[in-house]
């Protein structure tokens, strides 16, 4: 299958080797390189044109994280499946873009995903956090796995994200207006179509954040706010508590056997996302149904270049 790597950037050039390093080590590469960068003011650009990635510019007032991934999508219009990875994700070993691809031998998968680790020196909260949500051993879900899973059944994340092409547009793609949550989104409308995903364990990427609390407190506003406009995704795949309290109790478990000391920046954190979410749950109006096919008359750049590895 030919597949497209997009990769959203913006003033990227500090993680720009390990990235391209990374990518170029890969067994399989991709027959396309599409960087869509939001007018970055280092020499990101520069360095993606060097390496003979096909670039694609936007003002950087106008970038979400929906609309740009959807403009990036209908520049690589004969690519039967698009890998997305943000700028800051590396791709570990030789074989991790193989094993996401592989996972498309299964027809009925519209989307898979593979397994963030930290990155070295990662605090054992930020640790914590990868581990918990990207365990060992792959899984496949769909509609019904909501039975199980809950909420848990559409996460993803396009930080090391595949789509098979035919799936994605079959569901309008990405919602432009999405400024947080874009994958969450697209996986529920493609679980309610009828398409499987796939959580792709040996595929993996280095990839963690160490936020400060004002950060997180501004992500978990952001999560709350997705949950309250997007108020149907919690009445068709269930409530996000039980899920939330399981990742509190194992937090803290995590904490308390590898670096005690930081339990109480861990009860802190707990106190902060929680009164961050319920913020976010109170600041935007509800909409109770899933949004319209999106209008896919977006801006394509012309001729792409050559495959970047020739």
Partial sequence: MEFALIIPTWNAAPHWHALEEGIRRQSVLPDKVIIIDSSSTDDTVARAKNAGFLVVEIPHDEFTHGGSRQTAALCAPTADLL???TQDAVPLGTEAFRHIVSAFRDHAIGAAFGRQLPRP???VIEAHARLFNYPPVSQLRSWHSRAQLGFKSIFFSNTFGAYRRQALMSIGGFSPEADFGEDTLAVAHLHLAG????YVA???VQHSHSYSIGAEFRRYIQVGTLHRRERWLVEQFGAVGGEG?????????????????????????TAMRYV??????????????????LNKSLPVPGRTPEKFWN
């Fill in 195 to 198: 398409w499987k995903t796939a």
């Fill in 202 to 204: 040996e595929a993996l």
């Fill in 121 to 123: 020196g990662a605090s």
């Fill in 245 to 269: 309290w399981r990742f509190v109790v194992s937090e803290l478990r995590y904490v308390s056997k590898h670096a005690p000391l930081q339990l109480p920046a861990a009860l802190l954190r």
């Fill in 276 to 293: 961050a979410y319920q913020v976010g749950l109170r600041r935007s109006p509800d909409l109770t149904r899933p949004r319209q096919q």
């Fill in 83 to 85: 890998i997305y990875l």
